[in-house]
């Protein structure tokens, strides 16, 4: 193959040395450009080199999520008047710690229905006792007290429908034992906490109106936290649920999930749990998540040293005054980096610009574009 050299202070068009280095390798395409430094400079190749790395990995943005089993939202159980809010936003509440206090009239008819329901069910259960009576005497049909057991029936049922309604508005067992004892309707309604955690979202105001099922505060336990990653989805098999990573701060994490479904921009949502040191983040945070490659040469490059034909990779090592044209294969890829596995050396030096320029001469075609 011959080399082309510069003459001293004589300036050469790009396009004539990749003619030149063009027409030498259209008999036969080989592996290794030559290319001297006079050229390099002229061509505008930068050198990079290839340094060890203690464990191969590829990086991806990742944003910090609660479980949703580890939240809880508090919303209105009746409409109603917003009184009183009892707590604040990053409060640490406990079981039965009051948050709200509601004025409802739907609070009120609902405790009425309770008492109404115990009453007809007392004289449900009053008259099955008397119609039975009459019926032993022999005074009545036992249609009659038949009657009277159904209706008994009904009554519970519907006194069992009530407690269970306010229950749900909520008042506690005991609240509504209260309620049938005395028969004295309120109608304010006091929240409390079901759940120890942290008040993360408040969105009830004094003397807002609220209807049934608006959402007042929110609850949530921060002990455990996860993160969500969008990895391309023809790379994701790397990373199977039990897979190990990192993020920010050297904080493992452990592969949940992967979707089986891919967005527009084709990737797949991963799921991980972080494993302790999670106290100085926060749900909402985005961090920076590494996510092992498996394999023992395993390099990582700039995007643009790649040149691509086909389907297949290659880098440009350069060695002495020409490149080895050394294929490759791309393991992952995000942001201008990749990941690649290859017969790479560490100290070897690689083109990271210019590559067009070299595959150009290399596949003896030139002015074929970058990829």
């Known amino acids: 193959m011959s080399i082309f050299a510069l003459k001293p202070g004589i300036v050469v068009p790009v396009w004539v040395i990749l003619s030149a280095m063009s027409s030498a390798l259209a008999a036969e395409r080989s592996n290794q450009i030559q290319v001297t430094d006079a050229q390099l400079r002229a061509i505008g190749i930068e050198l990079i080199e290839v340094h060890a790395?203690?464990?191969?990995?590829?990086?991806f943005p990742a944003e910090v999520v609660l479980?949703?089993?580890?939240?809880?939202v508090v919303s209105a159980p009746v409409a109603g008047l917003v009184s009183q809010v009892l707590v604040e936003e990053n409060q640490v509440v406990v079981v039965g710690t009051p948050l709200v206090v509601l004025n409802s009239p739907q609070f009120g008819q609902l405790q009425l229905?309770?008492?109404?329901?115990?009453?007809?069910?007392?004289?449900?259960?009053?008259?099955?006792?008397r119609e039975r009576a009459l019926f032993k005497e022999g005074i009545i049909a036992e249609r009659r007290v038949q009657e009277a057991e159904i209706a008994a029936s009904n009554s519970r049922a519907e006194l069992a429908q009530a407690k269970a309604a306010v229950m749900l508005a909520g008042l506690s067992e005991r609240e509504v034992n209260l309620l049938i004892e005395v028969g004295k309707v309120q109608h304010e309604l006091t929240l409390t906490a079901q759940s120890a955690g942290t008040v993360i979202l408040l969105e009830a105001k004094p003397g807002q109106r609220v209807t049934e099922i608006?959402?007042?505060?929110?609850?949530?336990?921060?002990?455990?936290?996860?993160?969500?990653?969008?990895?391309?989805?023809?790379?994701?098999?790397?990373?199977?649920?039990g897979s190990t990573l990192r993020i920010t701060g050297d904080i493992e994490a452990k592969v949940r999930s992967v979707s089986p479904t891919a967005d527009d921009a084709q990737r797949v949502l991963l799921r991980a749990q972080l494993r302790g040191g999670t106290a100085n983040l926060h749900p909402g945070e985005f961090v920076q998540a590494t996510l092992p490659v498996v394999t023992a040469d395993a390099w990582e490059v700039p995007l643009s040293a790649l040149a691509r034909d086909g389907d297949e990779a290659y880098v440009f090592v350069?060695?002495?005054?020409?490149?080895?044209v050394t294929k490759v294969e791309v393991l992952a890829n995000a942001g201008q980096r990749a990941t690649v596995k290859g017969p790479l050396q560490i100290g070897q030096r690689l083109a990271a610009t210019g590559v067009i320029?070299?595959?150009?001469?290399w596949q003896g075609a030139g002015g074929m574009a970058e990829e």
């Open 357 to 361: 320029s070299l595959k150009a001469a």
């Open 67 to 72: 479980p949703h089993r580890q939240q809880r």
């Open 214 to 241: 608006d959402p007042l505060l929110r609850i949530a336990q921060l002990g455990e936290l996860w993160i969500d990653i969008q990895v391309p989805a023809a790379e994701a098999s790397q990373w199977p649920a």
């Open 53 to 59: 790395q203690s464990s191969a990995g590829v990086s």
């Open 318 to 324: 350069r060695i002495d005054d020409r490149f080895v």
């Open 113 to 129: 229905a309770v008492v109404l329901a115990v009453n007809h069910a007392r004289l449900a259960a009053q008259t099955t006792l």
